[in-house]
């Protein structure tokens, strides 16, 4: 948490170009963008981590999602891919879990691209994942639903069957 002194303080920055000194997910971006748009994200991600290879996608939120943060889609028919993120949760969360959720998903799409043989988390997702977390300061996982999972539960536990009120 950042006290008043501090957030003053960034927001009246007038040379921004310490902001690419920045860790993708330093707190300070807490401050300086806490709802950013994934679309400049995405641009930027694809240059700083996957040397710009990545092509432009339909990258969308979605207010469908019920069981992940994020997914990577691939549609058969089109051939297009498709990146969709869960607006209702991410909108909830810091800005971190939007940023680490967009890169799991853009690691889906480059592997899909280059027609690696292990789809979903195998050894070359792993291997990206440990790359960019090394290069990025993040801290992206295999299972970016595990605060979705916890959320289900807890709303289980919550509920109290109406014979009991």
Known sequence: NFTSQEKHSVACQTDLSFQTDLSVVDPYWEVLDPKPDIHVLFEEFNAKFFRGLLPPIELKWSNRLCSTAGCFI???????????????????????????????????????????????????????????NRESGANITVSSFIFIQYIHTHIQNCIVPLSLI
């Open 74 to 132: 691939y549609d058969n028919k089109t051939r297009r891919c498709k990146i969709h993120m869960n607006k209702p949760l991410l909108e909830l969360r810091a800005r971190k879990d939007t940023v680490e959720t967009l890169l799991h998903e853009m690691i889906h799409y480059y592997q899909r691209l280059r027609g690696t043989p292990d789809k979903d988390h195998g050894a070359t997702f792993h291997f990206h994942m440990k790359r960019i």
